[in-house]
């Protein structure tokens, strides 16, 4: 499985449901609190245009964020088969 980092607030209700679909999945993700980890907003404001945009996601280099969470873009954007 790819290398995955989900750059998350406290707060964020799509970053838990993101985690929760991950934790049921078995897919392994280092989490990284962007209101504790020195530069990871700043990272996340690149990324995402200049938005603090949570879950923002880097995947093997890549990045796109879920906000609003959508449980079909994250499937696609890990190559999982998509449900229903």
């Known amino acids: ?7 998350t607030t406290t707060w964020c209700s799509d970053c838990r449901r993101a985690k929760k679909f991950l ?3 078995g897919i392994a993700y280092d989490e990284i609190n962007i209101e504790d980890e020195d530069g990871a907003a ?3 404001m690149r ?12 995947v093997d280099g890549r990045a796109f964020n879920l ?9 696609a ?3 999982l088969e ?3």
Not at 51 to 58: A, C, D, L, N, Q
């Open 1 to 7: 499985m790819a290398n995955i980092k989900m750059y």
């Open 23 to 25: 934790n049921e999945s």
């Open 42 to 44: 700043e990272l996340v």
């Open 47 to 58: 990324l995402n245009e200049g938005k603090r945009k949570v879950p923002t996601f880097e």
């Open 67 to 75: 906000s609003p969470y959508d449980e079909r873009k994250l499937r």
């Open 77 to 79: 954007e890990l190559g």
């Open 82 to 84: 998509v449900a229903g």
